[in-house]
């Protein structure tokens, strides 16, 4: 993308792996491995000390393509809330029902009164929404509220609701009156040089918050490296660093929830925990991945069909 100024924004390359602490010889391994056992990888991109170290896509993909974020949607919804929560509209202890008093039954719901931004980010909400709700419905909000409870908000119980993260991208709207996309452009995509995106939105025109974005691989390197360096992007604070903070935390315990070790491990604001490794993940279906490692200033970005 080409700024205002006429500056072309992209990620700094270097010359070969080495030249910044990463190992060739790992990268053959690495990409040996995914072909011997088959796994479909669409692209990969590895960055050390701020610069992309190796990055390489199979035909059909190409760099110029934007790619299905899948659940990686999530952490971009997040990073909307962490601009409005900077901006003083709301935070995370504001109760969802106090943005929608249209919902507010006639008898009282002391789950509602638990019910925050916080529990949506997290994934604490205890909303359970079926994966076969009808989608083709315009009010996914009354959808939102009708559904029944599996656990009072945040309860010490965590469940994967993505309705969850489409709720923090209507709260946006209802505050704002814009879209998401349109709310995130001049805050995160024209700072980190990302062409508006396509996002996939509900029948009333709102962004599905949960999964639908489209970016391409750098766009989603240069969210991920965002991250890695406290919100800043080459040395310009973008997202709010104390939001950046907030976001990597574990602030739920999802281990009774889940069969993997990856996903046993913690969730952030939208963001998952990793096990066996000190680092963090965005994490898409069919293996979109961000990595942030902890202990290097190291990530690794990965698109596939898996």
């Not at 080495?18 to 053959?28: L, R």
């Not at 969210?223 to 976001?247: D, L, M, N």
């Amino acid at each position: 993308m080409v700024t205002e100024t006429g500056k072309k924004v992209s990620l700094k390359r270097a010359d070969y792996p080495e030249q910044i602490g990463v190992s060739s010889k790992a990268i053959e391994a690495l990409i040996a491995d995914f072909k011997e056992n088959d796994v479909e990888v669409h692209s990969i991109m590895i960055l050390s000390n701020g610069k992309v170290a190796f990055e390489t896509w199979a035909d059909p993909y190409s760099p110029e393509l934007p790619h299905a974020m899948y659940s990686v949607s999530k952490t971009f919804s997040s990073a909307a809330i962490g601009f409005a929560v900077d901006e003083g509209l709301l935070t995370v202890d504001t109760k969802l029902i106090d943005i929608f008093p249209e919902f507010t039954p006639k008898k009282p719901d002391p789950n509602l009164e638990k019910l925050t931004i916080y529990s949506l980010l997290t994934m604490q909400s205890g909303k359970n929404i079926s994966v076969m709700a009808d989608k083709t419905t315009p009010d996914w909000e009354k959808q939102f509220f009708e559904s029944p409870w599996g656990f009072a908000p945040c309860d010490g119980h965590w469940q994967y609701i993505s309705e969850n993260q489409y709720m923090l991208c209507s709260v946006i709207h209802r505050l704002t009156g814009r879209c998401v996309v349109s709310y995130l452009t001049p805050r995160l995509f024209e700072p980190l040089g990302i062409e508006i995106p396509d996002w996939e939105l509900s029948p009333s025109g709102i962004e599905a918050g949960g999964w639908g974005l489209f970016i391409k691989t750098e766009d989603l390197a240069k969210f991920v490296s965002c991250y890695q360096h406290g919100g800043k992007f080459q040395g310009r604070q973008v997202i709010p660093a104390e939001w950046v903070r907030q976001t990597l935390r574990r602030h739920a315990d999802n281990s009774s929830a889940n069969k993997l070790p990856d996903s046993q491990a913690g969730y952030g604001y939208c963001v998952w925990h990793c096990a066996g490794a000190p680092a963090y993940r965005m994490d898409g279906m069919f293996s979109q991945f961000g990595f942030i490692f902890k202990d290097r200033d190291a990530s690794i970005i990965l698109t596939g069909g898996e």
